[in-house]
C-alpha cells in the first residue's frame, strides 16, 4: 500500500534552517508530484509547492520563494523540504502529499 | 489566488442526520475540487476529488457536487466516525489554495 513516512518533530531555533524528508512506498516514486503544505492552528492549510520526481521539475506558492526548497531523491524515492530563516510565523506541521495520500506530517517548532 | 469560502466553520448534528459542507471560489475553477477529512493528530484524507468522484474505500454516504464557484459536499447519513474537520483544495490554478474547514461536532 502506499505509504509517506515523514521524518520526526524538529525543535530548532530562530534564523536556522531545518530540512525534511518525506520517503515514499507502495507506487512508483515518479508517478505523482509531490506536494508540501503547511497546517497552522487557526491559520488552516496552505500549499507551498510541488516537486516532480522524475525530473526535479517544481512549483512554488509565490508566498514560499526563498523560505521552502523541494527537492527529490529518485533512488530512495525521497522527497525533501528545506525551511530557512526560521521565524516562529515558520512553527507549523508541514505534510507531504502526493495523489490521494498525506505523510502523517512532520511538527516544526521554532523556538529559541 | 483563488480564495476559497467555506461554510460553515461550525456544525452540530446527530448521527443518522445530513449534512451539507459548502464552498464557494473567488472564481471559476472548473469542477477541479477536492474535499478532504482530518481526524485531530491525523493526516487528511481524501474522499472527493475533482467535485463528485468518490476516492477508492471512501463509503457511498459521501458525495459532492457543484460547478463554477459553488460546491458541495454532502454526508448522507452521519456515522459516529465521521465527527472531524472537513476541507476543501481547489487545485485549478496555482497557488492551490484550501477553505478554511468546517468542524462537524456531535450535537
Known amino acids: 500500500q502506499v505509504q509517506l513516512q515523514q521524518s520526526g518533530a524538529e525543535l530548532v531555533k530562530p534564523g536556522s534552517s531545518v530540512k525534511i524528508s518525506c520517503k515514499a512506498s507502495?507506487?512508483?516514486?515518479?508517478?505523482?508530484?509531490m506536494h508540501w503544505i503547511k497546517q497552522q492552528p487557526g491559520n488552516g492549510l496552505e500549499w507551498i509547492g510541488w516537486i516532480y520526481p522524475g525530473n526535479g521539475n517544481t512549483k512554488y506558492n509565490q508566498k514560499f520563494n526563498g523560505k521552502a526548497t523541494l527537492t527529490a531523491d529518485k533512488s530512495s524515492s525521497t522527497a525533501y523540504m528545506q525551511l530557512s530563516s526560521l521565524t516562529s510565523e515558520d512553527s507549523a506541521v508541514y505534510f507531504c502529499?502526493?495523489?490521494?495520500?498525506w505523510g502523517q506530517g512532520t511538527l516544526v517548532t521554532v523556538s529559541s | 489566488d483563488i480564495q476559497m469560502t467555506q461554510s460553515p466553520s461550525f456544525l452540530s448534528a446527530s448521527v443518522g442526520d445530513r449534512v451539507t459542507i459548502n464552498c464557494k471560489a473567488s472564481?471559476?475553477?472548473?469542477?477541479?475540487l477536492n474535499w478532504y477529512q482530518q481526524k485531530l493528530g491525523e493526516a487528511p484524507k481524501r474522499l472527493i476529488y475533482n467535485t463528485n468522484n468518490l476516492q477508492t474505500g471512501i463509503p457511498s454516504r459521501f458525495s459532492g457536487s457543484g460547478s463554477g464557484t459553488d460546491y458541495t459536499l454532502t454526508i448522507s447519513s452521519l456515522q459516529p466516525e465521521d465527527f472531524a474537520t472537513y476541507f476543501c483544495l481547489q487545485h485549478n490554478s496555482f497557488p492551490w489554495t484550501f477553505g478554511g474547514g468546517t468542524k462537524l461536532e456531535l450535537k
Open positions: 502529499a502526493a495523489g490521494a495520500y
Open positions: 472564481q471559476n475553477i472548473n469542477k477541479y
Open positions: 507502495g507506487y512508483t516514486f515518479t508517478s505523482y508530484d
